[in-house]
């Protein structure tokens, strides 16, 4: 699941192979296989307007390039 785009249900056609489906749309839904985001979504009256995409261990903002041992402490309340 690796969505270029949000897409549009009258201009964006399925591909035949789900798995390399790149419009999100028409992507399964993650918790329910069965069904196409887009059922989803007219299911609960409601649409995406953006969406950002991440991995596994990737994080939203850049690595710092401050060194371990340079580091300030990171404090706790408790």
Known sequence: MN???IGQPDVDEPIPNADDETTMIHQEF???PSLTVQQVLLGAHTEIVDFARFEMGESAEPESEVPLEDAEPIKSCG
């Open 3 to 5: 969505p270029l785009k």
């Open 30 to 32: 993650l918790l329910d």
